[in-house]
């Protein structure tokens, strides 16, 4: 029995064809030099940091497509403090990198600090916390490229945002929330 289940697992494994990562067979990593390397998506997502962290309109000129747009449900939490407006839950967040570098060139810097960086053929994959107090705020990110023209600054651009962090504490950090019974010793239901 145990040596019919080793053969059975060793089959399973020589038969078993390399999968797509991620769904679509355009984000297979492939070794052609079609795809982006582990330094072009540190670029990406130091592009990325440095846009939250230390935002100019001219960063966000070279490190962004002009059709950007950022979907976070997150950053919509934020906006409307907890509302249901005026900005709804699902919509695109930033529809344009103009609608991006008017909103977020407005807003303070926010310090970023990266935990993890992984990435597929043309899209960045970014763990990130930022230090704001009383509690800090933990967030993942996935960037969608595309190549740049060539001459570009940058070799890939940042196409499409999907990012969603912890917007409650944010929200807490901001007062916008002020949490009560802290002082209770078990854990809350994640229904109400
Ligand atoms: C960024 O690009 C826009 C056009 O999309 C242009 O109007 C603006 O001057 C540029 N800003 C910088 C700082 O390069």
């Known amino acids: 029995m145990r040596s019919f289940i080793a053969v059975a697992a060793l089959a399973a494994f020589a038969y078993a064809a390399p999968e797509p990562i991620f769904g679509s067979s ?7 030099g079609s795809c982006m390397t582990s330094a072009d998506a540190d670029q990406v997502a130091t592009n990325f940091q440095n846009l939250i962290a230390s935002y100019s309109d001219a960063l966000a000129n070279a490190s962004l497509t002009v059709g950007f747009q950022d979907y976070s449900d997150s950053v919509t939490s934020l906006i409307d403090a907890g509302c249901t407006g005026p900005q709804a839950l699902g919509s695109v967040t930033f529809s344009s990198r103009a609608n991006f570098e008017q909103g977020q060139g407005s ?12 990435n597929g053929c043309d899209a960045v994959f970014l763990r990130w916390r930022t230090a704001l107090t009383p509690e800090f705020v933990t967030g993942i990110i996935v960037l969608e490229t595309t190549k740049a023209p060539a001459g570009s600054q940058y070799n890939w651009l940042i196409n499409t945002v999907y990012s969603e962090f912890n917007s409650g504490n944010w929200l807490v950090d901001l007062g916008t929330f002020v949490p009560t019974n802290c002082a209770a010793n078990t854990r809350r239901s994640l229904r109400a």
């Open 107 to 118: 807003q303070p810097a926010i310090p970023f600090e990266r935990l993890n960086v992984w």
């Open 26 to 32: 355009k984000n297979v990593a492939r070794d052609d």
